[in-house]
C-alpha cells in the first residue's frame, strides 16, 4: 500500500518519461560525434580547429552554463527553463545540420551545448520535487539509465549513419545531427504540455558569476587549443591568462556570496568532497578524449569501417553500464575510495596499452584495451558520486550534484581541448589536416606521425589519471 503523496502516480510517470529524454539526448549528442566526427570533418570542409571543436564547443557550452541555469532554475521556475532548453536544444540541433562550414557548425554545436545545459541541469530538481523521498533513489535508477543509454548508443548510431554516403539523398553526415531532433522534439512537447511549474523563490541570481565562469571556461579553451596548433604568440598567451583570470574572478567572487553563490566553496572544506571532485576532474579529464582520437586511429590509420569502430566503443560502454551498479551496492560495504581509487588506476594501465599499438592492430587489439577502460570506468564513477554526495549536507545536495556535474563535464572539455592541444605540439600541421580532414598526403608517414604523437598524448593523459587516482586515494574512508 503506496503512501499518500502530493502527486499522483500518472504524474510521476510523466516526470520520468520527459526527464528520460534530457538523460539520453545530453550525453548522445556528445558521444554520437566521436565515430561519426571524421566523415562530419569531410562533409562540412572543417579544418583541424573547427573539426575539433565540434565536440569541444558541445560540451564548453554546457560545463560553461551548467551552475546558471541551474540557478536560475530555482528562482525563475524549473519547468519554464527545461522546455526552453529543449527548444533550444532542437533548433541548435537542425541547424547544425544545415551548416555549410565548419565555423557555422562549431557555432551551433555550442548553441546546442547551451540548451543541454538548461535541460541537464534542471533534470534532477525536477525528479526531487516530483518525487517523495521514499521513491527517488528508484526514479534517479531510471534517470541513471538513461544516461547510460543516451552514453552507450551514441557512438553505434553515429557509426551506422557514417557508413553510408547518402541517405535518402543527403549527406550521412547531416544525419547524425538530424536523428535526435525527433527526439528533441518530443521533449519539448511533453515537457510543455505535462510538467508542473516548481514553487519560485525570491532570491537574486549572480548572473555576473555564470557569465564570468562561462567566459572563463570558453577563453582558456580556445587558449588551449588555437594556441597550440597556431603558435604561442603573446595573442594566444593572452586568450588563455585572460581565461584563467576569469575562472580565478569567479572563485573570489563565489566566496564572498555565501548561500547566494552559484558554487558553493564552503563545501570544499570536506575532504572527501574536494577529492572526490578532484578526482572527478581529473578522470575525465585523463580519460574523455580517448573514443575521439581512437575513432581517428582505427579508421584513418588502420582502415577500420566506422560501424566497427562503433562497436569496439560500444564494448566499453557496456563494460562502464555492467559494472556501475555493481561497484554502487559493493562501495556501500567497502567504502569508496579503494574502488574509486583502483578504478583509476585500471584506466591508466588501459592508457598505457593503448600506446602499445602501432600501426598494425586488430579489432580483438583494440576492443579488450577498450573493455579494461571502462571496467576502470565502472569502478570509480558510482562510488565516486557516493562519496561526493554523502560528504554534502542534506540541505546542499542540489548544489553538491551540480559541482560534480562541473567537474565532469569540465574535464569533459579539458580533455579534448587538452589532448588536441597535445596534438598540434607532437603531430605536424599537415599530418593533422590529412588525418583529421582527409586532405590527399603520403598516407604512410602521416600515420607514422599521428601513432607517436597519439602514443605522447597518452602518456601525458596517463599522468593526470594518476594524479587523480592519488586525489581518490587521500578522500578518507567514505
Not at 604568440?233 to 553563490?261: C, T
Not at 579508421?299 to 562502464?320: D, N, Q
Amino acid at each position: 500500500m503506496s503512501r499518500p503523496w502530493r502527486y499522483p502516480r500518472e504524474y510521476l510517470r510523466l516526470v520520468s518519461i520527459v526527464t528520460s529524454f534530457a538523460a539520453i539526448l545530453t550525453p548522445l549528442d556528445s558521444t554520437i560525434v566521436s565515430v561519426s566526427l571524421p566523415a562530419i570533418a569531410r562533409g562540412s570542409h572543417a579544418n583541424y580547429l573547427e573539426t575539433i571543436w565540434v565536440p569541444v564547443g558541445y560540451l564548453a557550452s554546457l560545463s560553461a552554463f551548467l551552475l546558471l541555469f541551474g540557478r536560475l532554475g530555482d528562482v525563475r521556475g524549473r519547468k519554464r527553463v527545461f522546455t526552453v532548453g529543449f527548444l533550444i536544444f532542437t533548433v541548435g540541433t537542425i541547424m547544425c545540420a544545415l551548416s555549410v562550414n565548419g565555423l557555422e557548425l562549431d557555432a551551433w554545436r555550442a548553441v546546442q551545448g547551451l540548451g543541454a545545459a538548461m535541460i541537464l541541469s534542471n533534470s534532477g530538481a525536477i525528479i526531487t520535487e516530483a518525487y517523495p523521498p521514499w521513491e527517488r533513489g528508484k526514479a534517479f535508477g531510471y534517470w541513471t539509465l538513461a544516461v547510460y543509454t543516451g552514453t552507450t548508443v551514441g557512438p553505434v548510431v553515429g557509426g551506422a549513419i557514417t557508413s553510408f554516403r547518402y541517405i535518402a539523398g543527403v549527406p550521412s553526415w547531416r544525419w547524425v545531427f538530424l536523428v535526435t531532433v525527433p527526439l528533441a522534439a518530443l521533449g519539448y512537447a511533453l515537457s510543455q504540455a505535462y510538467l508542473k511549474e516548481s514553487e519560485r523563490v525570491d532570491e537574486p541570481v549572480d548572473v555576473l558569476g555564470g557569465l564570468l565562469a562561462a567566459a572563463g571556461i570558453w577563453l582558456t579553451l580556445m587558449g588551449l587549443t588555437v594556441g597550440a596548433f597556431e603558435g604561442w604568440s603573446p595573442e594566444y598567451l593572452s586568450l588563455l591568462a585572460a581565461g584563467l583570470a576569469l575562472i580565478s574572478a569567479f572563485a573570489v567572487r563565489e566566496s564572498r556570496l555565501g548561500p547566494r553563490a552559484l558554487l558553493d566553496l564552503r563545501l570544499f572544506r570536506s575532504v572527501p568532497f574536494s577529492a572526490g571532485n578532484l578526482a572527478a576532474l581529473l578522470n575525465y579529464a585523463g580519460y574523455f578524449f580517448v573514443p575521439f582520437f581512437l575513432s581517428y586511429y582505427m579508421i584513418e590509420v588502420l582502415g577500420i569501417g566506422p560501424i566497427y569502430v562503433s562497436l569496439a566503443l560500444l564494448s566499453l560502454s557496456l563494460a562502464m553500464v555492467v559494472l556501475s551498479p555493481v561497484s554502487g551496492r559493493l562501495s556501500d560495504r567497502v567504502g569508496a575510495r579503494p574502488l574509486a581509487t583502483a578504478g583509476m588506476a585500471i584506466i591508466a594501465v588501459g592508457l598505457a596499452l593503448l600506446m602499445q599499438l602501432g600501426l598494425r592492430a586488430s579489432l580483438q587489439d583494440i576492443t579488450w584495451r577498450a573493455v579494461l577502460l571502462g571496467i576502470g570506468m565502472g569502478l570509480f564513477s558510482s562510488p565516486n558520486t557516493a562519496s561526493v554526495m554523502g560528504a554534502a549536507p542534506r540541505d546542499r545536495l542540489s548544489v553538491a550534484s551540480g559541482t560534480l556535474n562541473l567537474m565532469r563535464f569540465a574535464g569533459q572539455s579539458l580533455s579534448l581541448a587538452l589532448a588536441s592541444a597535445l596534438a598540434a605540439s607532437y603531430i605536424p600541421r599537415g599530418v593533422l589536416a590529412t588525418i583529421f580532414t582527409g586532405l590527399p598526403a603520403a598516407q604512410a608517414a602521416s600515420a607514422v606521425s599521428f601513432v607517436r604523437g597519439l602514443r605522447a598524448i597518452y602518456m601525458v593523459m596517463i599522468w593526470l589519471v594518476v594524479a587523480g587516482a592519488v586525489a581518490s586515494a587521500i578522500r578518507g574512508r567514505s
